[in-house]
């Protein structure tokens, strides 16, 4: 008989600007982030196309939101499926800042 899988884990791994989802101990997603100022700037989330399907996206990004709302930040979403995400989920609404240029600007430095 083979063991029931964990449920999925979001770690925010401070290292790498990035939150991640594991399972089974396997990071299976990630979304990845700048700090700036007291907001933390979202630019790119993906799922392994192993683990698509599964909602972990979302699972991801609800953990991490919250996260960033446990730490008094508030979020800029310029990656396009946390955009999305907040779209549906407007109990973040009151957290969220506008992407603007200066922050787009801003971002591209950092990346750089």
């Known amino acids: 008989m083979s063991q ?3 449920a ?3 770690e925010r791994v ?6 991640e989802i594991l399972v089974d101990g ?6 990845e982030y700048r700090d700036h ?12 196309t192993a ?3 599964q909602g972990l996206a979302g699972q ?3 953990e991490a939101l919250a996260d960033v709302r446990a730490s008094g930040k508030r979020v800029v979403p310029a990656c396009p499926y946390v955009a999305k995400f907040l779209k549906r989920h407007d109990e973040f609404a009151d957290i969220t800042d506008p992407v603007t ?3 787009r600007q801003w971002l591209a430095a950092e990346l750089d």
């Not at 401070?14 to 939150?19: G, P, S």
């Not at 396997?26 to 979304?31: D, E, I, N, Q």
Request: cysteine-free; charged content about 20%; aromatic content about 10%.
């Open 4 to 6: 029931p899988s964990a």
């Open 8 to 10: 999925p884990v979001v």
């Open 14 to 19: 401070d290292t790498a600007h990035r939150y």
């Open 26 to 31: 396997k990071r299976a997603g990630l979304t």
């Open 37 to 48: 100022g007291a907001q933390r700037v979202f630019y790119h989330t993906e799922v392994d």
């Open 51 to 53: 683990f698509a399907g």
């Open 60 to 62: 991801l990004v609800q």
């Open 101 to 103: 240029p200066d922050v």
